[in-house]
């Protein structure tokens, strides 16, 4: 376990051994964040109607939390989707390319290619015996549809990978074919 985005004064005050390489919020960002929510919950105006505020963490807010995927993303992957546009995936990918590397820590780093130091394909492992360590994550039967379910299970049976049912077990009429 490893505590992101938290600086060190709140991981070693809070959780006492836990490692922490990626700084973020401290104690004063955390009280402004508290007294932003107590005002707005408890306004100085007692007349004012209070209204649930909707800062886009949960759904997009033009203004609000950024998101990974956008209006303008999904709806060029809808029309790739359903048109098979090339231009409209290939504009669905530079959204989604942009906006990873605004929201997300994968989308921070920065990766230099050596080719000198590549290792050559006759020492790269099988394609067959990679794909037998893929694994589909636990989602219980129910979490997801059947239809979903059983997708994963196909794909991870074709690939020779692993399909983890979850705590909802299987349907056992899928025990009798590749599904």
């Not at 809808?78 to 994968?106: D, F, G, H, I, P």
């Not at 394909?121 to 794909?131: A, G, M, N, S, T």
Request: charged letters at 25%.
């Amino acid at each position: 376990f490893e505590a992101v985005g938290l600086a060190d004064e709140i991981v070693y005050r809070c959780f006492t051994g836990t490692t922490t390489r990626i700084q973020g919020t401290d104690f004063e960002a955390l009280y402004r964040d508290l007294e932003r929510f107590h005002q707005i919950g408890y306004p100085d105006n007692h007349n004012s109607t209070i209204l649930v505020q909707n800062d886009g963490q949960l759904h997009y807010r033009d203004g609000g939390e950024a998101h990974l995927n956008t209006p303008s993303g999904m709806a060029n992957l809808q029309v790739a989707a359903r048109t098979n546009s090339r231009a409209a995936y290939k504009e669905y990918a530079r959204l989604t390319n942009e906006q990873n590397m605004k929201v997300t820590l994968r989308g921070q780093l920065k990766f230099t290619f050596d080719p000198s130091r590549s290792v050559p394909l006759d020492e790269v492992e099988p394609v067959q015996d990679i794909v037998k360590r893929f694994a589909t994550g636990a989602m219980s039967l129910g979490s997801i549809s059947q239809e979903a379910h059983e997708t994963l299970a196909k794909a991870m049976n074709a690939l020779g990978g692993r399909s983890n049912t979850g705590e909802g077990g299987e349907d056992p009429e899928r025990f009798l074919d590749n599904r």
